[in-house]
């Protein structure tokens, strides 16, 4: 399902993040195991180094909170309320490149299980064509 069916679906309705913890801005596309997230690194992001780089910690906070807005958007589709949840592990998480101040990111984030109220996902972060980062992390709701 593409997100045309709520495409101003505001997500601070739907994740517990909130300023200026909510990095992700919107969400580009969502099916039921997949969405494409956008985020703007804006210059006074708490997250940016002295040096003007988005620390590798964002990254992470970045994947996980795609996920996030994936299940917020998929409850509310549902008619249901978005459960919560935390970052309990991750695995095979390579850096490639560095984001900046002003770079507009994606992230792809595809759910590949989910046991034991774990949701276990590959995610992928994006600055236009270029590969920032990667991995699997998984998440426990509640």
Do not use: W
Request: negative net charge; contains cysteine.
């Amino acid at each position: 399902m593409q997100n045309t069916r709520y495409p101003s679906l505001d997500l601070k309705a739907v994740m517990a993040h909130k300023p200026p913890m909510l990095l992700v801005d919107k969400i580009n596309k969502a099916e039921k195991d997949f969405a494409v997230t956008a985020f703007k690194v804006k210059e006074d992001n708490i997250f940016l180094t002295e040096e003007n780089i988005l620390s590798r910690e964002a990254l992470i906070e970045i994947m996980a909170q795609s996920l996030a807005a994936l299940n917020g958007y998929n409850a509310f589709a549902e008619g249901k309320k978005a459960e919560k949840g935390f970052l309990v592990y991750l695995k095979n998480i390579n850096f490639y490149a560095d984001a900046r101040a002003g770079d507009e990111l994606t992230c792809n984030v595809k759910v590949i299980d989910f046991v034991a109220r774990t949701y276990i996902a590959q995610a992928e972060i994006f600055n236009n064509a270029i590969l920032l980062a990667d991995g699997e992390l998984r998440i426990f709701t509640f």
